[in-house]
């Protein structure tokens, strides 16, 4: 048997601590160490979250397995173009098939009652009416309404950052679900006594799954019988991001639907853009089901599932809007990242949501980037990749990469920094702003030092080495490695814009408006 040595773990996003707990090396398949001076996020107030709102996950603020329709009363109003951070709870360990108690289903991995989270705590001790079978599994935080708002609007969701709430989640199998129903879980059906008193009935299979540090980034640990743990990468998304329905009928949490809901695309993670149709008055924005990680397709049932606390910036767009996806009529989710432009299929049978997907692809390139739709069709057979979002969710979900680089020769580029435009440059194939124009519109100063062949800023108390075709960047002495590296031209010291986040722990998000992208820089959310 393998020595379990601790290691001390701190949970890093964009260079800030964000948590300190500590796990061992090695952790048995039925045995999983106990977290040690975990600070949880837990509820708190407005004051001490990123967004200008904040949208808690308590029992009165959410919805266990339905979406908010058009007659849902919003727990909270908002202004378009304003920020909200929402608290969400996975589902994971309050199911009934987990006992319907976290405290005592997580205690058996090691965690204690204060590493739970009091919203799930609160959820799963609430008189809420939750049918395991017939219900969806999620918890749904919102709605919020958005002032202006109206039937025929887009909303826009950007997404600008995604905290961990705890440092574990679960991956789970269940019976007559997945990809394979039938034939996993390989264990005896349920029992027809089965219930949250009498879980283990269910005879369905979770795995518990830890965060991990190795060298700075951030991991999953999946328990194996051989001892040998497997290792992937955390990244966060929100499984669950709409809008509701222009319907007074329950609505099942599970299904993806036109105005979003489920749709599970894990390219959706910070920096991406979610567009949805709005079919009622006030939109009525909702997120949850949060995901550390998930492979395409989710294919066990459910992917890294764990909470998350999601900051949005939402904002409506009118009729005629350069910033829509569609020219025509826009009736289902569309997404983007710095890298790629996304339309959606969405179908019950998984062909039609292929047929769908590449429907919205040739539209989407012949509305908004002219080209002929025979032309468009010859592109995406040759250039795109369409894959598959999941397959779990009964309304199964294709969605396509086109990448914006191929296209790069026919777009402009603007960038947006607090309000205020800046210099931008595209310099073979890649997205660059002056470092110069960029900390001092941020309030920061800045100077070359030929030293370090570089420049250095200076921005509320941080200091920031740039050193020219380097990829390591110098933050308070802490060298830092990043893929994109700074150049010198025309005397001007240029980054790369996906090195803002992590260098200066700015949001940038990316929208197209017309043929121009369109990168917003934010410093402080509440500004």
């Known amino acids: 048997m393998k020595k379990r040595g601790r290691i001390p773990v701190k949970v890093k996003r964009f260079g800030v601590v964000l948590a300190s707990f500590t796990i061992l090396a090695t952790i048995p398949l039925h045995t999983v160490a106990a977290t040690a001076d975990l600070p949880i996020l837990q509820s708190t107030i407005t004051e001490e979250v990123e967004g200008e709102h904040y949208v808690p996950s308590a029992v009165e603020n959410i919805t266990w397995g339905y979406l908010p329709n058009r007659d849902n009363e919003p727990v909270k109003r908002i202004s378009s173009g304003t920020t909200v951070t929402f608290d969400t709870v996975s589902h994971e360990g309050i199911l009934e098939d987990q006992g319907r108690n976290p405290v005592e289903y997580f205690s058996q991995y090691g965690i204690s009652e204060d590493q739970v989270l009091d919203d799930a705590k609160a959820i799963a001790e609430s008189d809420l009416d939750h049918d395991f079978f017939d219900d969806g599994p999620h918890v749904v935080t919102g709605p919020v309404a958005i002032d202006g708002a109206e039937p025929g609007d887009v909303l826009k969701v950007e997404v600008l950052s995604l905290e961990p709430r705890v440092p574990y989640g679960v991956i789970s199998n269940r019976h007559y679900k997945g990809a394979l129903p039938g034939e996993f879980p390989e264990s005896d059906e349920p029992h027809p006594d089965a219930s949250a008193e009498n879980p283990d009935l269910y005879h369905n299979v979770s795995k518990f799954t830890p965060i991990e540090e190795i060298n700075e980034k951030l991991y999953g640990v999946l328990p194996t019988e051989t001892g040998n743990d497997v290792r992937f990468p955390l990244r966060p998304f929100m499984g669950l991001m709409g809008v509701a329905a222009n319907t007074s009928d329950p609505v099942n949490s599970v299904p993806p639907i036109e105005t979003g809901g489920n749709i599970d695309i894990n390219e959706l993670g910070v920096g991406s853009t979610l567009y949805l149709p709005i079919e009622v008055a006030d939109a009525l924005f909702f997120t949850g089901d ?60 998984l062909d039609e949501a292929m047929k769908e997907s590449v429907r919205e692809s040739v539209s989407f390139l012949e509305e908004k980037l002219g080209m002929e739709r025979d032309t468009a069709l010859a592109y995406l057979s040759a250039a795109t990749d369409y894959e598959v979002s999941q397959v779990v969710d009964k309304t199964k979900g294709i969605h396509a990469l086109i990448d914006k680089k191929h296209f790069i020769d026919n777009l402009n580029l603007a960038v947006n920094v607090d309000g205020s435009t800046i210099d931008s440059k595209i310099v073979d194939d ?14 920061g100063e800045i100077e070359w030092d030929s030293n370090k062949n570089g420049a250095v800023a200076s921005i509320d108390g941080k200091s920031i080495v740039a050193p020219i075709k380097s990829n390591f960047y110098t933050i308070d002495g802490v060298e830092v ?47």
């Open 481 to 527: 490695y990043h893929e994109g590296y700074s150049i010198l031209q025309d005397g001007s010291t240029l980054i790369p814009i996906k090195s803002i986040p992590d260098i200066l722990g700015a949001k940038v998000n990316w929208t197209t408006s017309g043929n121009t992208l369109q990168a917003q820089i934010t410093y402080d959310l509440k500004k």
């Open 290 to 349: 949060p995901h550390f990680a998930q492979g395409d397709g989710e294919v066990a049932l459910t992917a890294w599932e764990a909470s998350l606390r999601a900051t949005f910036r939402l904002t409506v767009l009118k009729e005629g809007d350069p910033a829509i996806p569609r020219d025509g009529a826009f009736t289902q989710p569309f997404a983007e990242t710095e890298d790629y432009w996304i339309p959606i299929g969405l179908d019950v049978d």
């Open 430 to 443: 890649d997205y660059y702003v002056p470092l110069r124009a960029l900390i001092e519109q941020l309030g």
